[in-house]
């Protein structure tokens, strides 16, 4: 079924950093270009609000990142990573996303949850049922949970057009001479950054 998108929707973003940062780290070796993603999810409409949800190392090397999200217009949430006395690591989200996206629901008419993690199945169900809200789901088709596609009302699978939602992304390519590398879009300024990993 063919969803419509028009621009007075109001569109609320829920964006799982780790999950979409670990996704392109793993998949292709390079980093998300979240403006990009914002840009397309929202495709035109109302944007009422983006909110980004991370987690603090002592470190404090995501710093730069969480600026420049900032900076296209993304509202960061944070929190430090839990590290147990065995020496095991926490680094979750889920519950407060999905807080934030059932309690602004009301005034919105579209949900974007940018994640590709099955956990959220629930909420996009809730968020249908209850809120009465259009749920689309924007995450890297290969490191997302055939349950989340089938669930949301839209899926846009990023690797798709990968060149286009990653920095530096050069894919291999073939050639009669062997193996070489061609250069992807690049933006002016890239930052290097190392985020939890998913727990």
């Given at each position: 079924?063919?969803?419509?998108?028009?621009?007075?929707?109001?569109?609320?973003?829920?964006?799982?950093t780790q999950n979409v940062y670990h996704s392109a780290k793993n998949i292709y070796h390079t980093r998300a270009n979240?403006?990009?993603?914002?840009?397309?999810?929202?495709?035109?409409?109302?944007?009422?609000?983006?909110?980004?949800?991370?987690?603090?190392?002592?470190?404090?090397?995501?710093?730069?990142?969480?600026?420049?999200?900032?900076?296209?217009?993304?509202?960061?949430?944070?929190?430090?990573?839990?590290?147990?006395s065995g020496g095991a690591k926490k680094a979750d989200w889920d519950v407060g996303l999905a807080i934030d996206a059932?309690?602004?629901?009301?005034?919105?008419?579209?949900?974007?949850?940018?994640?590709?993690?099955?956990?959220?199945?629930?909420?996009?169900?809730?968020?249908?049922?209850?809120?009465?809200?259009?749920?689309?789901?924007?995450?890297?088709?290969?490191?997302?949970?055939?349950?989340?596609?089938?669930?949301?009302?839209?899926?846009?699978?990023?690797?798709?057009?990968?060149?286009?939602?990653?920095?530096?992304?050069?894919?291999?390519?073939?050639?009669?001479?062997?193996?070489?590398?061609?250069?992807?879009?690049?933006?002016?300024?890239?930052?290097?950054?190392?985020?939890?990993?998913?727990?």
């Amino acid at each position: 079924m063919a969803i419509i998108k028009h621009s007075e929707q109001r569109v609320g973003v829920f964006i799982d950093t780790q999950n979409v940062y670990h996704s392109a780290k793993n998949i292709y070796h390079t980093r998300a270009n979240f403006g990009a993603i914002l840009k397309d999810a929202v495709a035109g409409r109302r944007l009422v609000r983006a909110r980004a949800y991370s987690v603090t190392t002592e470190s404090g090397d995501e710093t730069a990142f969480f600026d420049a999200l900032t900076k296209i217009g993304i509202e960061m949430r944070t929190k430090d990573l839990q590290v147990f006395s065995g020496g095991a690591k926490k680094a979750d989200w889920d519950v407060g996303l999905a807080i934030d996206a059932i309690t602004a629901s009301p005034k919105l008419d579209t949900v974007i949850l940018i994640t590709g993690d099955g956990d959220f199945v629930p909420l996009v169900q809730y968020l249908q049922m209850h809120a009465g809200c259009q749920v689309e789901v924007v995450s890297f088709g290969r490191s997302t949970s055939s349950k989340l596609r089938e669930a949301a009302d839209d899926f846009l699978d990023l690797d798709e057009e990968a060149r286009k939602y990653l920095l530096n992304y050069r894919p291999l390519r073939h050639s009669r001479r062997g193996t070489s590398r061609t250069e992807g879009s690049e933006e002016p300024s890239t930052i290097e950054v190392s985020l939890p990993p998913e727990e």
